[in-house]
């Protein structure tokens, strides 16, 4: 309610006349509200009342100082309003402000708002002018009055009064509207498409001061909520402000481009309606060094706005070609231009790699160098933030900034008090460490890690943090990194960090140790152990692990993995920390994540020495073991598997401590679901293998359980793993044992599909397994049964020599069994079987090849005949010179035991020129064995044809024959006389002359008479009966 006071203004206002009401009623009422007449002193030069009175000649001095209501005010049709008349006032010399005359009257300020807003409304043009400058200068000094204003309903007055045909109307309006936007919190109320297009129409009013008071009104409004920012664009805003562009007033300009800048800070749509709109081509002129320093300032405005949009909205202002406007103005030496330069590119340089590029090119860099230390400080923190954003590029870029030094310049900001400073420069430097090894040995050269050794102990966690951080990523570098860091001395100090540090700091030291320890070789895990952490670790496990934070216990797994994972003596310092018995409780945690770490350190150990499986072993962990084995978790359940084949892989004591706990029987019921993981099956099989390396008592233990019957279907499964650890069992199994008869048919399939997936190694294993069989008659029966002598045939045209080897012993076997074993591999091509193990590289392949055919060639007539006919004679011949006494010795062999079939096996001896090749090396030979072998076949093929006998004669043997009776042997001699005797018969007299002549008789007559063996004397005196005869009766005559 009013005060009784206004009842009387009331009275007073209805009957005054309009000049009354300007010259009395209005400042009256405006003192009511701001404590004085006059308007106040514009202390903002650039403010919207300063803008009025500047372009319309309107100013407090222009104000008359009568009462007198003849002096009204003259209006006319084409808007201008002059001598507007005021209320006495007296000028204050001091603050150029109007104090009011001691007489003004005074009513409650709710009533002067309400009768203001009702000669708002009447139709006389000089009252509205004064009322609206009464409310825009109440607006200014008492911004408290807005809501009031509003709430009893300004604005719909105003949308009236905007559209008026009178400039000062229209200009008080706009200010009206501009300073309730500006400083008004429900800015919504203003934002009426009734009273927002009125106000755009404004922009095409034909007066510059209109013009102007309307862009600065929706400049104000611009710069609210996104909601605001579309009404504006949707209404047509934009096309309407790039008309006013063209015009030449820089006012108009600096506002249009203040209002674009407002838009283009709204959404991404909002950004691309401007970009869409053209607005990027059109303000590019603005940019030009002609243009006065603001101008160019609220164009760069426009272009941060949009830069900070998507990429592609950046790709724009790329693509339109602004980098070369905006590189020279690194030059200018106007600060808040700069400012705006260096945060264009700065979010240029938060886009794509591409875009980065594109900057990189442009050689913006050194000229952000300069800036990093500038002496203004927001310049200094945007050319941080750019570098830091291209720091962020790919790996080439990265390089790039280091080859420009940047790198020296962030070493000296690291240090700075500033912690703005300090942290973007962090992060430059942590973008360089999470790349290549090259980077960070950039980081190194340039002495950045030395200098951040000194924040180690900073007192601001988040610069510890980025430090500790900055460390870890260069802890994933090589080992000469890892090194630089023990030389600076932060591993010796991570123990002492970690004490006086909070979680997250020590979560990062721990990452740096697992880094170290996991990422290299011996010599990394060795220094973290040196550091003498392991025994703080061992802290970690001991307390309970609810207490710390999930993250660092997984780390301390993770470091205690790695080094559980070096050599032996790096597995006995967990021992020797006694950790072991720590993992023995963990391995019934309730979080399977615990359990499965500790497996996995204790399976790491397992693989050491026998001495450090057996301190497993001690310690009782292989009890806990079993109910591990039907855990859900697949991960707990292999590495359980895994740590019993590791155990297994040690000596008889730790197979044997397998054994004892039953883990056979343990694993069937797993091997019998068709759906266990393959990892699973895989690590049972890896245990099986390794006791399957045992004693002979453990692998019948193992072949009698019945296990093998459970891993023959996993053959099915086609995997080449599996099936070649398979085939390895089965070549342990049948190494031990030769042939177990239930073993060897299950044994067979697995050889075969062994064979079948061509891999060279998992045929070594089933050639070595098959030549092991092959030891013994029921093995070789099974092997010929299977058919695996075809399949071995095929593997024959193998470049592996080993292979080839492998094939050469089965061969052995099979031909030194009975007949029936030999004709299975006669009844293959022997040459095409032999041909290509003859030609081996492998010297021992050639030989065991050579023994296979010298005990096939002890088979029957037909079989030697076939031998002799395949043409393997002449592959073989040549080794009767060879170097190696076996593969000599084994040659001979065949030819003396083809030698003794029939007249058809002795002539291809002949064809073949195996008789005339070795005579010279039958005195050659100082080996008396040899010399027999030679003599054996000398001797059957005496025993031939005439022909035969007569093409030993003619190729000269008869000179050797006597030789071979002084230096031989018995058995020499034996053979020696029994060729002599069946040659004897064929000789000529001059031959029989010869051997007379020869000394044959003295050497004849003793073997006849005292030799030891029967044969030799009867030979021998067969001899002397066909050559001595004959020369006696001669010698009577004579």
């Not at 222009?62 to 001598?83: E, F, H, M, T």
């Not at 006013?244 to 800070?265: D, Q, R």
């Not at 990452?511 to 703080?536: F, P």
Request: proline share 3%.
């Amino acid at each position: 309610m009013f005060r009784s006071s206004m009842n009387a203004a009331t009275s007073y206002n209805s009957s005054m006349s309009p000049a009354e009401i300007m010259n009395k009623e209005i400042p009256m009422l405006r003192y009511s509200l701001v404590g004085h007449t006059g308007v106040i002193k514009i202390q903002k030069r650039k403010s919207p009342i300063y803008f009025a009175r500047l372009a319309c000649c309107y100013t407090p001095s222009s104000l008359r100082k009568s009462n007198s209501a003849s002096n009204n005010v003259a209006s006319s049709r084409n808007g201008s309003v002059s001598n507007v008349s005021s209320s006495p006032t007296t000028p204050n010399s001091k603050n150029g402000q109007y104090k009011p005359l001691n007489s003004q009257p005074s009513v409650d300020p709710e009533y002067a708002v309400a009768r203001l807003l009702e000669l708002l409304n009447t139709d006389d043009e000089e009252v509205v002018v004064l009322t609206l400058e009464a409310i825009v200068i109440t607006l200014i000094d008492k911004k408290k009055y807005i809501g009031t204003f509003i709430k009893a309903g300004l604005l719909s007055s105003i949308s009236k009064s905007i559209s008026s045909q009178v400039d000062l109307i229209r200009i008080f309006s706009c200010q009206t509207i501009s300073l309730i936007a500006k400083c008004y919190k429900n800015i919504e109320a203003v934002t009426k498409n009734f009273l927002i297009r009125p106000l755009v129409e404004l922009l095409q009013d034909e007066s510059n001061e209109v013009v102007l008071q309307a862009i600065f009104a929706i400049y104000n409004i611009a710069n609210g909520n996104e909601t605001q920012k579309q009404i504006l664009i949707k209404i047509g805003t934009v096309s309407s402000i790039l008309i006013l562009l063209a015009s030449g007033n820089e006012l108009i300009h600096k506002f249009s481009l203040g209002t674009l800048a407002h838009l283009a800070s709204g959404n991404v749509f909002q950004k691309q309606t401007l970009i869409e709109s053209s607005v990027l081509i059109s303000i590019s002129k603005f940019l030009g060094p002609d243009n006065d320093d603001a101008i160019i300032i609220e164009t760069l405005k426009v272009l941060v706005n949009i830069a900070k949009g998507t990429n592609d909205q950046k790709q724009e202002i790329i693509d339109n070609t602004y980098l070369k406007q905006v590189v020279p103005l690194f030059e200018s030496s106007n600060e808040s231009l700069l400012r705006k330069t260096i945060q264009l590119i700065q979010h240029l340089a938060n886009g794509s790699v591409a875009q980065k590029q594109v900057l990189l090119d442009n050689d913006v860099v050194p000229h952000i160098l300069t800036f990093i230390t500038y002496n203004d400080n927001i310049i200094r923190l945007y050319a941080l933030e750019c570098v830091s954003n291209l720091s962020k590029g790919k790996k080439s870029q990265k390089k790039f900034l280091a080859e420009n030094m940047i790198l020296p310049v962030i070493n000296t900001m690291i240090l700075s008090r500033d912690t703005t400073f300090q942290k973007q420069s962090l992060q430059i430097i942590q973008n360089f460490s999470e790349d290549s090894s090259s980077l960070k040995q950039s980081l190194i050269d340039s002495g950045i890690l030395k200098t951040l050794i000194t924040l180690i102990n900073s007192n601001s966690t988040g610069i510890k943090n980025r430090v500790i951080k900055i460390f870890e990523n260069v802890s994933t570098g090589n080992m000469g990194q890892v090194q630089y860091l023990v030389d600076v001395g932060l591993i010796s100090n991570i123990p002492t960090i970690m004490k006086n540090s909070g979680s997250s700091i020590k979560k990062h030291c721990l990452i740096i140790l697992s880094n170290i320890v996991n990422n290299n070789d011996i010599y990394g895990k060795q220094i973290v152990i040196d550091c003498g952490i392991m025994s703080y670790l061992k802290k970690y496990l001991v307390t309970s692990t609810e207490y710390y934070k999930p993250e660092v216990i997984n780390t301390t797994f993770q470091i205690l993995t790695g080094v559980s994972a070096g050599d032996n003596n790096q597995k006995q310092v967990i021992i020797d920390l006694g950790l072991v018995n720590v993992f023995l409780p963990l391995l019934n945690n309730v979080n399977e994540t615990i359990t499965t770490m500790s497996l996995t350190v204790i399976n790491n150990v397992a693989k050491g020495t026998d001495s450090q499986r057996q301190h497993i072993v001690d310690t009782g962990i292989l009890t806990s073991l079993p109910p591990l084995l039907f855990s859900l978790n697949e991960v707990i359940k292999n590495l359980t598997i895994e740590i019993l084949a590791s155990i297994a892989k040690g000596d008889e004591f730790n197979k044997q401590a397998i054994l004892d706990i039953g883990a056979i029987e343990l694993i069937k019921p797993i091997l019998l679901k068709s759906k266990e993981d393959l990892e699973t099956k895989k690590a049972i099989l890896s245990m099986i293998y390794r006791l399957t390396e045992g004693t002979e008592h453990q692998i019948k233990a193992l072949v009698y359980s019945g296990i093998f019957k459970l891993l023959y279907p996993l053959v099915k499964l086609q995997d080449k793993e599996i099936i070649n650890i398979l085939v390895c069992c089965v070549e342990n199994v049948i190494f031990q044992f030769c042939y177990v008869k239930n073993f060897v048919r299950i044994s067979l399939p697995i050889i075969f599909e062994g064979i079948r997936l061509l891999d060279d190694e998992i045929t070594i294993h089933c050639l070595s397994a098959i030549s092991n069989m092959t030891f013994s008659v029921e093995g070789q029966n099974e092997v010929l049964q299977y058919g695996l002598l075809q399949v071995v045939q095929y593997l024959l045209d193998s470049t592996n020599e080993q292979i080839k080897h492998e094939i050469g012993k089965i061969f052995i076997n099979i031909s030194a069994g009975d007949q029936s074993k030999k004709q299975a591999l006669i009844n293959l091509n022997l040459r095409s079987i032999f041909g290509p193990l003859l030609a081996a590289i492998d010297i021992n392949t050639v030989c065991d090849t050579v023994w296979a055919i010298e005990n096939l060639s002890k088979g029957h007539e037909r079989q030697k005949q076939i031998i002799a006919e395949s043409g393997i004679l002449e592959l073989i011949l040549p080794f009767v010179s060879s170097p190696n006494y076996d593969l000599k010795s084994r040659t001979l062999s065949i030819f003396a035991n083809l030698s003794e079939g029939n007249s058809i096996l002795k002539q291809c001896l002949i064809d073949c020129n195996v008789v005339s090749v070795v005579k010279p090396l039958v005195l050659m030979f100082s080996d008396n064995h040899l010399k027999k072998e030679i003599m054996k076949m000398v001797a059957n093929i005496s025993t031939g044809s005439d022909e035969q006998k007569n093409y030993l004669i003619k190729i000269g043997y008869i000179d050797i024959l006597v030789p071979l009776l002084v230096l031989g042997d018995e058995n020499i001699k034996q053979l020696a006389t029994l060729t002599l005797s069946k040659l004897s018969p064929k000789l000529d007299c001059l031959q029989k002359q010869y051997l007379i002549d020869s000394g044959v008789q003295e050497l004849l007559e003793p073997l006849s008479k005292d030799s030891k063996s029967s044969r030799t004397k009867r030979f021998s005196q067969d001899a002397m009966s066909h050559i001595l005869p004959k020369t006696k009766e001669t010698v009577i005559i004579i």
